[in-house]
């Protein structure tokens, strides 16, 4: 059973524009919630976490906007640049042990 | 070093051929974790180890697949009897602070990438 799920699986988005992506979990245990940015042949760089008790957090372009009773967390991406052109992955963690959605490949159009 | 360093990064293996991957973690880490991700996929956790410690070992697919990390730093994934579908990119990560002390970043190295024929 897959303990997060992560949408869309693709995305292409214009210079300048706003990305979303959307990632639901299951278990209320989790209490790290990350998102990791992933360029070919690299290793996943954490991009912005949050914990449950907070319902945005704003670094930069990143923010993570959370809904605990929805058990819903989404990432955006404002102002869009083709460097942001990567694959990305929310993550959820209780105790260290870290579950990933199955990430979301974002293509930002010059 | 700067970061995790892992090695090597591209490993071919015939099958049923043993194979052992290494990760150096950022000096002085406490936790480390190996992943397994698959082409197209998300990672997926295999083991934990909390210096030399391994905390959690449930995510290793089968008694094939052994980790170690004996004096708390680098640690070595091995796997034996090696299978076609073994083939993914391993990762590794470190973070300063242990686990159950909750939120230490996790920073992961490239990954070696094994192709089992």
């Known amino acids: 059973q897959q303990q997060v799920k992560q949408s869309p699986q693709s995305l292409i988005v214009q210079k300048g524009g706003i990305s979303i992506i959307n990632c639901a979990y299951e278990n209320t245990a989790f209490d790290y919630f990350p998102w990791y940015q992933q360029f070919p042949g690299k290793g996943p760089a954490l991009l912005i976490a949050i914990r449950p008790d907070v319902s945005e957090k704003k670094e930069g372009r990143f923010t993570i906007s959370f809904n605990k009773s929805a058990k819903q967390f989404s990432l955006h991406i404002m102002d869009s640049q083709p460097g942001d052109s990567a694959t990305y992955f929310c993550a959820a963690s209780n105790s260290g042990k870290f579950y990933f959605g199955s990430g979301t490949k974002l293509n930002v159009k010059p | 070093g700067a970061g995790v360093s892992q090695s090597p990064r591209y490993k071919v293996a015939k099958r049923g051929q043993d194979v052992a991957l290494r990760c150096d973690p950022i000096s002085g880490h406490v936790s480390l974790f190996w992943y397994q991700q698959a082409l197209g996929q998300g990672p997926e956790f295999l083991t934990y180890f909390q210096n030399e410690a391994q905390l959690d070992k449930s995510g290793l697919p089968s008694d094939r697949f052994f980790a170690e990390r004996p004096e708390g730093s680098v640690s070595t994934l091995k796997i034996q009897r090696t299978q076609q579908e073994d083939s993914a990119v391993y990762l590794c990560?470190?973070?300063?602070?242990?686990?159950?002390?909750?939120?230490?970043?996790?920073?992961f190295g490239p990954g070696t990438r094994l192709l089992v024929l």
């Open positions: 990560a470190s973070s300063l602070v242990g686990a159950s002390g909750g939120l230490g970043t996790q920073y």
